[in-house]
């Protein structure tokens, strides 16, 4: 396959998958701003920004900070390229681009997303309409997902899918459970008590595995639990031991030349996401050992652009 | 009474012509609800399927990614089998003779030295390249894909109104034309034997692999183009689908060891043959335009080593452009001693004294064209043009008489059409395209263009102008 349309359809991949992480994130801020008192409130807020990255941007584009305000940026702004609005587009743009290589159904997913985007009133998703259109946004991201593994030729159309897919997923997970520590700075007192259930209740529920967790442990939530869920149980499907799995089945089908180095490390990646153990972990840091992993990740994703998909 | 333009579908009693007659029965019989809902039910498909004309305006701007549809005409037009079989004969001799007249212009030049075509039609033409000189090309093949542009006029005759041999577009809307008609009228196929046209892509891929280098076992072809933004984009990516090779970029591909290759995620892969869908001024920058993004540095090099084949190649400007064209006809006597089958419209040259004079004379009752104008740019049709329009170019004509010609104002035939009042007549013409490989075939029909503006003769999709399925029956 051509490096360039290679490119495309992974970029195609991992901005369908980014925009529903971002509708994920804004849907546990939403709940967390809820719950918290006045004095976390502000570090609820900022969570978002800072685990995308785009404080700075928010900083310019905004004076002060509020659900209201941090909805439009992330969810609606086309000035923040990690927008849901500008993930959408980049999506269908990708997609426009390598048209002739995607089935219709596929194409026709992305072109009636970006064009439904459009029409949405600004006002209904940052007012009471919010709830509504981070569940619209993962719909579409589920129906595009199950559309290409539904209709698309096995071939490295769909190994490129994928891999942009669960390296994204991957990249998210860690980052929606790192959430959680940009909150504890400010409410460390609290652990145990009723608002830290409801942080870590929200946050599984914003990766879709509270049923999960009771299900699997039958238990309490325990934060090393949570996290032990979120990385190492490959039975869920958003977690990082899961994505791994993915984003190996799709490397062990794609045949390079001189890509040793991105599967040598996507292999260790899957290696040491199967055989962590969580007790080290949390002795280490959760945010020392996730911010290690997102380095990783990273690291990949140039790795994987270099073996396969040309310079950037 | 002046005679009208000659309708396709009536003869000059009113009565319906036998190779119309089971479409006009079903015109008749069909209710017109039924009919008016299977053309929505077209444009929502064609839009689906995003056969679509891109208009990309600036990349901010409000009209960004807009596309709109060139109008597609339910009614087809309908050619008998036997008028056909008269015009494929033309078309092939015509096709034949021009790439004779290319091989011989860049190699041994005999039809200048005959005095037959005057030496600096050829060598004073931009589109001339001296690059091309003395390269042996398979099959001796320089127009691959010729696309030639027909007109019948009120006489009842079919004239060639333009050949072009460069980059010729708007197959593919010959060929989902067709695959429209039969998903939205399958019982109109029943009636009456439509000869098929589908295979269009396969006689392509044959066209393009005999074109490469010879010692290419198993050739690797693939299309390149402008890119997304290209106005002809669909049709690019239509026929690299169809025909199932890659769609590339000039980015794409690179040179290496005296070698095309294209860059995949598993690493380099050669190509012996690009159907390229780019003008010759942007195939490579180190060569022609320096600063051309959509070429491959020392492609043309490759070419030279006849390491890579070009399809169409360097160089066939020379044969469509309007002031060589009135030539054709004695290249199909030189080269083949053979009278010409299709006629030329008559064209008058406005370098020549005598010619000027004529056309500034009788300038509102002819067609002037730039000789290297396409797309119905750069020309003024006498008889509809305001007074100043027709003094502005008379003083255009004046400063540079080399650059124009100018032919009598056709009256192009007419076939009922699809408008807002019902149906009515309305102006077309027909570019059928013939594939010079081993040998040179055409597939039995081609694309039909109609002007939609009551009483227009121009038929560019550029200028408002629709497409029809083009039926050969027998």
């Given at each position: ?68 305000a ?66 619209w ?51 460390v007192?609290?652990v ?16 879709s ?19 032990q ?64 992993v ?19 | ?6 309708d ?27 009919v ?12 689906r ?46 096709v034949?003779?021009i ?36 390269l042996?090309l ?51 196929f ?51 689908q ?11 591909l690179?040179v ?165 009042s ?13 594939l ?22 121009v ?10 399925d ?5």
């Open positions: 396959m051509l490096s360039r349309v290679a490119d495309r359809i992974f970029w195609m991949s991992r901005q369908m998958e980014r925009a529903e992480n971002a509708a994920r994130i804004l849907g546990v801020t939403s709940n967390l701003v809820l719950f918290g008192t006045d004095d976390v409130q502000e570090q609820n807020l900022l969570a978002p920004l800072s685990i995308t990255g785009t404080e700075e941007l928010y900083k310019e584009r905004h004076d002060k900070l509020d659900l209201p941090l909805i439009d940026f992330m969810a609606l702004d086309e000035k923040n390229p990690s927008s849901i609005y500008s993930c959408l587009k980049w999506a269908r743009e990708n997609a426009h681009a390598v048209r002739w290589l995607l089935t219709s159904e596929m194409w026709e997913t992305l072109n009636a997303t970006w064009l439904e985007v459009r029409a949405i009133p600004r006002s209904r998703v940052t007012g009471s309409g919010a709830t509504e259109f981070f569940d946004v993962k719909e579409r991201s589920h129906l595009f997902r199950g559309v290409t593994y539904g209709t698309i030729v096995r071939g490295e159309a769909f190994n490129f899918s994928r891999l942009g897919t669960f390296l994204e997923r991957a990249d998210n997970t860690a980052r929606i459970l790192d959430v959680k520590y940009h909150i504890l700075l400010s409410s007192e609290d145990g008590g009723a608002l830290d259930y409801y942080q870590w209740a929200a946050l599984l529920r914003s990766v595995s509270f049923e999960t967790y009771r299900q699997l442990y039958r238990d309490q939530i325990f934060p090393i639990k949570v996290a869920l979120l990385i190492l149980e490959r039975r869920m499907p958003r977690s990082l031991a899961a994505c791994f799995d993915q984003v190996k089945e799709a490397l062990d089908r794609i045949r390079g030349q001189r890509d040793e180095s991105a599967k040598r490390l996507a292999y260790e990646l899957h290696a040491r996401l199967s055989y962590v153990d969580i007790e080290e972990v949390f002795q280490g840091g959760l945010h020392e050992y996730l911010t290690a997102l380095e990783d990740i990273g690291e990949l994703g140039g790795r994987i652009q270099r073996a396969y998909l040309g310079a950037v | 009474m002046e005679r009208g333009p000659y396709e579908m009536r003869a000059a009693d009113g009565a319906v012509r036998a190779h119309f007659r089971p479409l006009a029965d079903w015109l008749a019989e069909t209710p017109a609800e039924r008016a809902e299977k053309r929505r039910e077209a444009d929502l498909l064609f839009h399927v995003g056969i679509t004309f891109a208009v990309y305006g600036d990349a901010h701007g409000a009209n960004e990614g807009a596309e709109r549809l060139i109008p597609f005409d339910t009614i087809p037009r309908v050619i008998p089998k036997t008028e056909w079989d008269e015009l494929a004969k033309g078309l092939l001799q015509r034949k003779a790439n004779r007249f290319l091989h011989d212009i860049y190699h041994g030049q005999e039809i200048l030295k005959a005095g037959v075509v005057p030496a600096e039609q050829v060598f004073a033409n931009e589109a001339y390249q001296v690059s091309m000189l003395g042996e398979p099959n001796r093949v320089y127009s691959h894909v010729a696309g030639i542009d027909l007109v019948r006029h009120k006489d009842g005759k079919y004239y060639v109104l333009e050949d072009n041999l460069r980059t010729p577009s708007g197959v593919s809307y010959m060929l989902e034309n067709r695959k429209m008609m039969m998903r939205l009228f399958p019982e109109l029943a009636r009456q034997r439509v000869h098929p046209v589908e295979h269009y892509p396969n006689l392509l891929l044959e066209t393009l692999r005999a074109a490469a280098p010879p010692a290419a076992r198993d050739p690797v072809v693939a299309v390149l183009t402008p890119g997304q933004h290209n106005s002809a984009y669909f049709e690019h990516a239509f026929l690299a169809q025909m199932g090779v890659e769609l590339v970029e000039g980015s794409d690179f290496k060891d005296g070698f095309l290759h294209m860059r995949t995620t598993s690493g380099p892969q050669r190509v012996d043959v690009i159907y390229r869908r780019i003008d010759d001024a942007f195939l490579d920058p180190l060569v022609f335009r320096q600063d051309s993004l959509l070429g491959v540095p020392g492609l043309l090099s490759v070419y030279r080593a006849g390491n890579v084949a070009l399809a169409n190649a360097i160089g066939t400007g020379v044969a469509d452009d309007k002031s060589t064209y009135p030539y054709v006809p004695e290249m199909i006597r030189f080269y083949l001693h053979e009278e010409p089958i299709l006629e030329n419209v008559p064209t008058w040259q406005c370098k020549r004294a005598a010619d000027l004079e004529y056309v500034l004379d009788k300038i509102s009752e002819l067609v002037v064209k730039e000789v290297q104008g396409s797309g119905g740019y750069g020309m003024l049709i006498g008889p509809a043009a305001k007074k100043s329009e027709i003094e502005s170019f008379r003083s255009r004509i004046k400063a540079n008489p080399a650059n124009y010609i100018a032919q009598p104002t056709l009256s192009l035939s007419t076939c009922p059409t699809f408008v807002e019902g149906i009515a007549p309305r102006h077309v013409d027909l570019r059928p395209y013939v010079s490989g081993k040998e040179v075939k055409l597939v039995p029909g081609g694309l039909t263009r109609v002007a939609l503006r009551e009483g227009s003769l038929v560019n999709s550029s200028q408002g102008g629709g497409t029809k083009t039926w050969v029956v027998d």
